[in-house]
């Protein structure tokens, strides 16, 4: 339903006067790819500028793999700093 409804909104935007310079989005694999593959086809063939697309850091932060690699490395490395510092990394990256 979530790449549907993209689909649909890009088509929309696509189809009218503005220039879209960017796009922000959770990590939805097909949003992903479509942007990748066929948002630049979409935007050559109707003249416009490729549009980047980011990933919104609230959600890679939320994510468990980088919570996971974050616990394991602090884990491996059993620096003070780096057990000290765990907390703080991930929170700097969801600021």
Not at 16 to 24: P, Q, R, Y
Not at 47 to 58: Q, R, T, V
Not at 65 to 83: A, D, G, M, W
Request: a positive charge; charged letters at 20%; one cysteine or more.
């Amino acid at each position: 339903m979530e790449f549907i409804g993209h689909q649909k909104a890009f088509a929309f935007l696509l189809g009218t006067a503005m220039i879209i310079k960017a796009f922000i989005s959770d990590r939805h694999s097909q949003i992903a790819k479509w942007m990748r593959v066929e948002c630049p086809k979409k935007c050559k063939e109707l003249g416009k500028p490729l549009i980047d697309h980011f990933f919104d850091l609230w959600h890679i932060g939320k994510s468990k793999l980088l919570n996971k690699n974050l616990h394991l490395s602090i884990l491996i490395i059993t620096s003070n700093i780096i057990q000290h510092y765990g907390s703080n990394m991930k929170k700097h990256i969801l600021t």
